[in-house]
């Protein structure tokens, strides 16, 4: 993927995210700055989501631990897991939140 397709796929995902998670979990704030997709939970917690041009790579970044996501095909998938990033969000979220959130 090319610099430029990189950055509109990115920005373009983070923009998704962020409607689907004020939609599905509304107590969640959420802020997007810059390729920088921030989630303040209820807790006090933070879940920071954020592009990394060098490694073409979307990193998530939050107390259950870090994760690294590639585009695979159509999706961004954990590099280790292979789970696709939406569905990784909604599992955090549900768990954090105590209820089932769904972003895919």
Do not use: Y
């Not at 790579?57 to 897991?81: E, K, N, V, Y």
């Amino acid at each position: 993927m090319n610099p430029q397709s990189f950055a509109v796929t990115v920005e373009s995902t983070l923009d998704d995210l962020q409607n689907r998670i004020e939609a599905d979990a509304p107590e969640v704030e959420c802020d997007l700055v810059d390729s920088v997709l921030t989630l303040l939970l209820p807790d006090g917690g933070q879940v920071i989501i954020n592009r990394q041009e060098a490694a073409q790579q979307i990193w998530l970044a939050c107390s259950d631990g870090p994760a690294r996501f590639s585009w695979q095909g159509d999706a961004w998938q954990d590099s280790r897991t292979g789970e696709p990033l939406k569905q990784a969000v909604g599992r955090l979220l549900s768990l954090r939140l105590g209820h089932p959130v769904s972003l895919g």
